[in-house]
């Protein structure tokens, strides 16, 4: 296991804090005259999704977590729980909660491809703690205020859409019902016109 200095804990990074596996969602390394620099960072606990704050200092060294990612199908949404299966075996089905998903959910689409970061502790037992999904994905619009004559693509004002996963995107004014649009789902913010 690779070991992080205080300064290498930065966004991005899954460490182990008190025992548990943490991803780094902000850092600031602080560095005032009379104290030695310490870096101040926001964690969030990849198993229950608590964010606490934290403090490392100079002298400090942590654990960097042992996550791996892996490749799984989502299948289907039904009561709330999200079904998803191996990449290669079909059959092996299983659920992911919301929580452990998170503002990934509402762009998850059935039969697409995601990739599961997995933990594994000091027992070798595997957690799944999250999903990745690709940064652009085309979805189809289903619901969509209509058009105005002479809103044309040079309007910098948008209008609010809703995609096939039930997720509302601003869109341009041109963009109608049955449209495919490519969404970033990391920002969730509309990239263009899927090309037909």
């Known amino acids: 296991m690779a070991k992080l200095e205080y300064s290498e804990i930065k966004p991005r990074k899954y460490i182990i804090y008190n025992d548990a596996p943490y991803e780094v969602l902000e850092y600031h390394v602080a560095r005032t005259q009379q104290r030695k620099p310490q870096n101040q960072v926001k964690l969030r606990n990849l198993i229950n999704g608590k964010v606490i704050p934290a403090t490392f200092h100079a002298s400090d060294m942590v654990d960097e977590a042992d996550i791996s990612k892996r ?59 999250g999903v990745s999904l690709p940064i652009k994905m085309t979805f189809k619009v289903t619901q969509a205020p209509p058009s105005v004559k002479g809103n044309t693509a040079g309007n910098s004002s948008g209008k609010v859409v809703t995609i096939e996963t039930g997720a509302q995107v601003i869109a341009p004014l041109f963009i109608d019902i049955g449209d495919e649009i490519v969404v970033n789902t990391e920002s969730g913010e509309y990239v263009e016109r899927a090309s037909k």
């Open 71 to 129: 490749s799984i199908k989502f299948l289907f949404t039904n009561k709330g729980e999200h079904w998803f299966c191996e990449e290669r075996d079909p059959a092996n089905r299983f659920t992911i909660t919301s929580s452990v998903i998170g503002a990934e959910e509402k762009f998850l689409k059935a039969n697409n491809m995601v990739d599961a970061k997995i933990f594994t502790n000091d027992d070798d037992e595997e957690m799944i703690i």
